[in-house]
């Protein structure tokens, strides 16, 4: 079952814990400096929103946990 990421890039503050935790799926934006979904895993055309597969649960929940302003949403599909 995929997990559905969303990213609160508003409320985002650019700790970098979230693609430190797991860079497969998240990086730094380059002209903002906020957290994005990395490209081969997005959905609706958004920066914000992704879909990670079973083998990402742990990496993209573990950023989730980490985010110090809890911005990340994982939920099961
Ligand atoms: S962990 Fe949260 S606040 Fe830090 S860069 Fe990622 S989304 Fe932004």
Do not use: K
């Not at 958004?46 to 911005?71: F, I, Q």
Request: charged residues 35%; proline residues 5%.
């Amino acid at each position: 079952m995929p997990f559905r990421v969303t990213i609160d890039r508003d409320g985002c503050i650019s700790c970098a814990a979230c693609w430190t935790d797991c860079p497969e799926f998240f990086e730094e934006n380059e002209e903002d400096g906020l957290s994005q979904v990395v490209e081969a895993y997005r959905t609706d055309e958004s920066l914000a929103v992704g879909e990670a597969p079973d083998e990402m649960e742990d990496c993209v929940t573990e950023a989730a946990d980490d985010c110090p302003v809890d911005v990340i949403d994982v939920v099961a599909e």
